[in-house]
């Protein structure tokens, strides 16, 4: 595995969706890469809704790891 990362972090997801911009950029450069630029595109889509949902279930027990501290100190 690579150094520092970490499948359940999504800062790992975004590092990864970091390198798939970079290489889909590079992809535009030719122009016979269309079917190339379209997978790495369903890649990149992919991963985005991966990011999203990880940070939002992030937020989610944030939220209620606070309420229940609220809850305890009532």
């Known amino acids: 595995m690579p150094y520092n ?3 359940d ?3 790992t997801v975004l590092r990864l969706i970091s ?3 970079g290489l889909w950029g590079f992809t535009q450069v030719f122009t016979d890469n269309a079917e190339e630029t379209a997978y790495l ?4 889509k992919k991963y985005y809704k991966m ?3 990880m ?3 992030e937020a989610q027990r944030e939220k ?3 309420n229940e501290t609220q809850d305890r100190s009532q």
């Open 5 to 7: 990362a970490h499948p």
């Open 51 to 53: 990011y999203f949902r």
């Open 64 to 66: 209620n790891k606070e």
């Open 19 to 21: 390198h798939l911009e």
């Open 41 to 44: 595109a369903e890649m990149k």
């Open 55 to 57: 940070k939002r279930e």
């Open 9 to 11: 972090d999504p800062i």
